[in-house]
């Protein structure tokens, strides 16, 4: 186990509402970064989160957005949910930043049906 | 053209066999390379993380990047059962292993009793 921990890790929602992810980061770390992992693909990066700033964003939509907390927790609100979001939704934490930063290790991903 | 590209698979190999997983990356400037291992419905799990070109080697994976074709490989001596998941490459666009990274399609393995 990585010490990773996210919720919920699964969710069916309905197309145009709400939804929001957490991601609880390793002990010690103070970056995480979320990736969404659509079936047969690998995880594309949505964006991450340093010391409680966005530190980088991928080629996702505003109505993708996230938090840090003071405590590096962090969450994933998606607004407006398409069919297209179902995915497996990751979030990984890591330490430091450049090539001074740890390994990112990954949760166990949330899985969200839109339906 | 993605910016690292893996075949998806699937392989399937007997118990024993020598695996080779490879993927190729269009940017020079990318420097360090990772390879993952995911099981189904599990989050991935870093396996090698290498820096430039060269090999490393920890008990039966070898990870062996060559930068001046631009080809990362991952080399599974002695498969086993349990290595039957899906195998994903990811370089760094920012440098380092800072979160941000970049992933192929992942390669499927089966791995055969």
């Known amino acids: 186990e990585t010490g990773v921990t996210q919720s919920p890790t699964h969710l069916i929602k309905t197309r145009g509402q ?7 980061s390793q002990s010690g770390h103070n970056t995480v970064s979320w990736y969404q992992q659509a079936l047969g693909q690998g995880p594309q990066f ?35 949910l398409e069919l297209d ?11 430091g930043q450049g090539a001074g930063a ?13 339906v | 053209q993605k910016e690292v590209e893996q075949d998806p698979g699937p392989l399937s190999v007997p118990e024993g066999a020598i695996v080779s997983l490879n993927c190729t990356y269009s940017n020079s400037a990318f420097q360090y390379f990772m390879w993952y291992r995911q099981y189904s419905r599990k989050g991935p799990e870093l396996l090698m993380y290498t820096y ?39 370089t760094s666009r920012a440098g380092g292993n800072t979160g941000k990274l970049i992933f192929g399609q992942g390669t499927t393995l089966q791995v055969k009793p």
């Open chain 2, 52 to 90: 430039s070109s060269g090999n490393k080697e920890d008990g039966r994976f070898t990870a062996q990047v060559d930068k001046s074709s631009k080809y990362i490989s991952l080399f599974i001596r002695d498969s086993q059962p349990s290595d039957s998941a899906t195998y994903l490459c990811a």
């Open chain 1, 46 to 80: 949505i964006f991450q989160y340093y010391r409680e700033e966005e530190n980088g964003r991928g080629n996702f939509p505003p109505r993708f957005s996230g938090l840090q907390f003071p405590n590096y927790s962090s969450e994933l609100n998606v607004n407006a």
């Open chain 1, 85 to 95: 979001d179902s995915a497996l939704y990751l979030c990984a934490s890591s330490n």
């Open chain 1, 102 to 114: 740890t390994e990112a290790f990954f949760g166990q991903g949330t899985r969200l049906t839109v």
């Open chain 1, 18 to 24: 709400q939804v929001t992810l957490r991601c609880s």
